[in-house]
Nanobody
Framework: QVQLIESGGGLVQTGDSLRLSCTAS????????MGWFRQAPGKEREFVVG????????NYVDSVKDRFTISRDNPKNTVYLQMNSLKPEDTAVYYC????????????????WGQGTQVTVSS
């Protein structure tokens, strides 16, 4: 079992940056592909980015390409999401998740989820 804890969210202005962290407080992430998702009020949970077990392969949703960067530090049991040039439409609760089957954009394929961290971007 893996328990994930996200941190790093907050209230920022358009164009600012934030770095989210996702740490496993129980278990290890090294056996899992990891993903970041987000959910805005009234909308479905949306895939943002995924990273493979070893961190070599990533895939991003088009709306965040060239602005967001995912990375992982397996010895630290942590995945990061660097978010630059933030826009109001990035406002959402951000969740990290672990997938034993590999990278996927489908939320239903993920085994474990964190509780989420709020990111609010003001215009």
């Amino acid at each position: 079992q893996v328990q994930l804890i996200e941190s790093g969210g907050g209230l920022v202005q358009t164009g600012d940056s934030l770095r989210l962290s996702c740490t496993a407080s129980v278990g290890t992430i090294s056996n899992y592909a990891m993903g970041w998702f987000r959910q805005a009020p009234g909308k479905e949970r949306e895939f943002v980015v995924g990273i493979s077990w070893g961190g070599v392969t990533t895939n991003y949703v088009d709306s965040v390409k060239d602005r967001f960067t995912i990375s992982r530090d397996n010895p630290k049991n942590t995945v990061y999401l660097q978010m630059n040039s933030l826009k109001p439409e990035d406002t959402a609760v951000y969740y990290c998740a672990a997938n034993s089957r590999g990278r996927s954009w489908q939320p239903s394929s993920y085994d474990y989820w964190g509780q989420g961290t709020q990111v609010t971007v003001s215009s």
